[in-house]
């Protein structure tokens, strides 16, 4: 399998996931339609499906225009977003199963940023998460729809696969997130080093994508809210919960 990132608007990704054995191809996140094509063609691929993450413009505002050149193409968001995205031909929940040549992709609901947010898992033969505007590369989304709670379950949920799953993240964020991560743990060495690679990448205009579900545990705020170092940053009594602290943090980001 393959996944190939696709630089969509201005800071975007759509993504081609790829069966190499049956040349199936999923496009996750179609911003918009011309990038996607041109990846397509230069990889010679046809998509067979388009998965949504999340309603937002910005994630679906290539459909209408791929489902046009690809007839027959399948369109999949969450049952929550099924009268928010036009376009659609299926519907998944959490738990639900998306087959993609040999490829199984095992849908979550990873509700925070939008209500209907929806991350896609493919565990074999590698291990990759798509994770929208849920989760960012040491960072998550904001809350325009959730609650902290929300989000804390639902980036618990992703940090919760096994620790070499690759996460594929919505947008080209990372940079912004770990100088804010800095601010929050100026002692995380880890922070540090990941700051110095993803400046170094993004400094010769390559993407910062993806992390590890390692590296994300180690380095991402919203992930690590229960570390004594972040619940420091969010200065609250010593009974504020997990939640308590991300709303904190998010709080800080938004004004950061
Ligand atoms: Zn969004």
């Not at 994508?209 to 809210?225: G, I, L, Q, W």
């Amino acid at each position: 399998m393959r996944v190939i990132p696709v630089a969509c608007l201005k800071d975007n990704y759509a993504y081609l996931l790829v069966c190499e054995r049956t040349r199936a191809c999923a496009v996750i996140d179609p911003s918009e339609a011309a990038p996607v094509v041109a990846a397509l063609l230069a990889e010679n691929l046809r998509p067979i499906m388009l998965w949504c993450t999340h309603h937002h413009w910005d994630h679906v505002g290539g459909i209408l225009e791929l489902s046009v050149k690809y007839p027959g193409l399948e369109v999949v968001a969450s049952t929550y977003d099924r009268t928010r995205i036009h376009g659609l031909t299926k519907t998944v929940d959490g738990g639900s199963v998306l087959s993609l040549g040999d490829l199984r992709a095992h849908v979550y609901e990873v509700p925070g940023h939008t209500l209907g947010a929806i991350a896609y898992a493919v565990m074999a033969p590698k291990r990759v998460v798509f994770t929208g505007d849920t989760m960012f590369l040491a960072g998550c989304g904001r809350l325009f729809e959730g609650t902290p709670a929300q989000m804390d379950q639902s980036l618990r949920t992703i940090v919760s696969l096994p620790a070499d799953t690759q996460i594929y993240p919505g947008h080209e964020y990372t940079e912004a997130n770990l100088r804010f991560a800095k601010t929050v743990e100026p002692k995380n060495l880890r922070i540090e080093a990941a700051f110095l690679r993803v400046h170094a990448l993004r400094e010769r205009g390559e993407p910062s994508v993806p992390h590890t579900v390692e590296e994300e545990r180690a380095v991402n705020p919203f992930a690590r809210v229960d570390e004594a170092s972040v619940r420091a940053y969010a200065k609250l009594p010593s009974n504020a919960s997990s939640a308590d602290v991300l709303g904190v943090i998010r709080a800080a980001k938004d004004a950061f």
